[in-house]
């Protein structure tokens, strides 16, 4: 099974602060690294990386992607009530996904 | 456009009793994906479906769990018998298909299901 693992698992932030979570992956058959956020139950899409050092963004979120050492970052700043949720992230082969097991954010105000 | 649609939202049964959950695709996305996210855990791949067959059910516990896509369009899953492994979320997912299409799935509001 194609091996994905996030950390921290957990983490309990203030609003107004930045947040940067990580993800590592293996590489056999790589093709992407896609972030999702799950509140409540269904994961809703965020990025999808394909190139190594080019940065993508969102508003206040943003990710990269190091395919020499294998990892991703996704960045939130200005932190809000609304970004707590459970951020998954998963590689792609060929034809499916892979996930990681999350990192639950909890946003206080 | 409507979303991913499935239903139950929420199903509590007893071991060894059976349940079947039902999705219906965003329209006009020919694959299909089920995954099972037990609590604490990412998604994990159940099975896949390209229209109406299967690319993938590697993961799938054939012994107890069945699914079936027969018009190439809406989708069942079915547990029988259910044990209490089997608590979890289902969600079922659906994409454009094939090529870099697939990465961008969209998924449903999920199906809790609770065995006792």
């Known amino acids: 099974e194609d091996k994905v693992v996030q950390s921290p698992l957990s983490l309990v932030v203030h609003e107004g602060d930045t947040v940067t979570l990580n993800c590592s992956y293996e590489?056999?058959?790589?093709?992407?690294l896609l972030w999702y956020k799950q509140e409540k139950k269904a994961p809703t899409f965020l990025f999808m990386l394909?190139?190594?050092?080019i940065e993508k963004k969102s508003g206040r979120l943003s990710s990269i992607l190091d395919k020499k050492e294998l990892f991703s970052i996704l960045n939130i700043t200005a932190t809000q009530t609304g970004d707590s949720a459970i951020y998954l992230c998963?590689?792609?082969?060929?034809?499916?996904?892979?996930f990681g097991a999350g990192t639950t954010v909890t946003v206080r105000a | 456009e409507a979303g991913v649609a499935q239903s139950p939202r929420y199903k509590i049964i007893e071991k060894r009793q059976s349940v079947a959950f039902w999705c219906n695709p965003i329209?006009?996305?020919?694959?299909l994906y089920w995954y099972q996210q037990i609590l604490g855990q990412g998604p994990k791949l159940l099975i896949q479906?390209?229209?109406?067959?299967?690319?993938?059910d590697s993961q799938l516990p054939k012994d107890r769990f069945s699914a079936e896509r027969l018009k190439g369009v809406d989708s069942t899953l079915k547990i029988q018998p259910a044990k209490l492994e089997d608590s979890a979320v289902y969600l079922c997912?659906?994409?454009f298909g094939g090529g870099r299409r697939f990465e961008e799935q969209f998924f449903g509001p999920g199906t809790r299901l609770t065995v006792l």
């Open positions: 997912a659906s994409s």
């Open positions: 590489v056999t058959n790589f093709r992407s």
């Open positions: 394909t190139s190594s050092g």
């Open positions: 998963a590689r792609s082969n060929d034809y499916k996904l892979s």
């Open positions: 329209s006009g996305h020919a694959t």
């Open positions: 479906f390209q229209n109406n067959g299967v690319v993938d």
